[in-house]
């Protein structure tokens, strides 16, 4: 299948970004995630089609944009929601179904119909969890990066400890998928971005 290319990425966050800074931030991000993931896979030789990795990477956060409040900042407790923003601004810009569903189901290690239910998510009920390789791929990658303020790099250890926050069935399945990719090699991506490695 002929995907979207690498520059409707950089047209579709500009579309939806409220702002220069946002867009600073979010497409930084998405770049990281996309390099992490696609050196994760060469490294592994991984059966994966790696246009479509490439630009889910590069489109997994555009549902961060509809989060922001006019005055910058991103309204509290709703940024659980933005995988499915994502996902629905991708279908209304007439976007391959497989790249929505890398957005709506990267959140975490995967968010059940019983995570949103026992937690009292703020998102439709259902079960938005990586299935193919492409969408674990990711998933995985996008956790060895945050958005916060400054922006930073996660070693492998540092995220597991922060997923068993979430419960032993969560961190269990970020050991699986460490175990499936490997751990990434942050140090290329941190030298070149500036950003601080986070390992505790």
Do not use: N
């Not at 950089?10 to 600073?24: D, G, R, S, V, Y």
């Not at 400054?150 to 961190?171: C, H, I, M, Q, S």
Request: glycine fraction near 6%.
């Amino acid at each position: 299948m002929t995907w979207p290319t690498v520059e409707d990425a950089p047209a579709l966050h500009t579309k939806h970004a409220p702002t220069t800074a946002a867009l600073e931030l979010i497409y930084t991000h998405c770049e990281i995630v996309a390099a992490l993931a696609l050196d994760l896979a060469d490294r592994r030789q991984l059966d994966i089609d790696h246009d479509l990795v490439r630009i889910g990477a590069l489109v997994h956060d555009v549902g961060v944009y509809t989060l922001y409040r006019p005055e910058g900042t991103i309204t509290p407790g709703t940024y659980i929601r933005h995988g499915v923003a994502g996902h629905a601004i991708l279908q209304a810009e007439g976007w391959p179904e497989q790249i929505a569903r890398i957005c709506s189901c990267h959140t975490g290690v995967g968010l059940t119909r019983q995570d949103i239910e026992r937690r009292h998510l703020p998102i439709p009920p259902g079960d938005y969890t990586a299935i193919t390789r492409e969408e674990k791929l990711v998933m995985y990658a996008d956790k060895f990066h945050t958005k916060s303020s400054p922006p930073a790099f996660l070693t492998p250890d540092a995220y597991a400890r922060e997923v068993a926050r979430f419960g032993p069935d969560k961190e269990a399945l970020f050991a699986e998928l460490r175990d499936e990719f490997g751990d990434p090699d942050l140090e290329p991506l941190q030298s070149r971005y500036a950003h601080a490695l986070r390992s505790e």
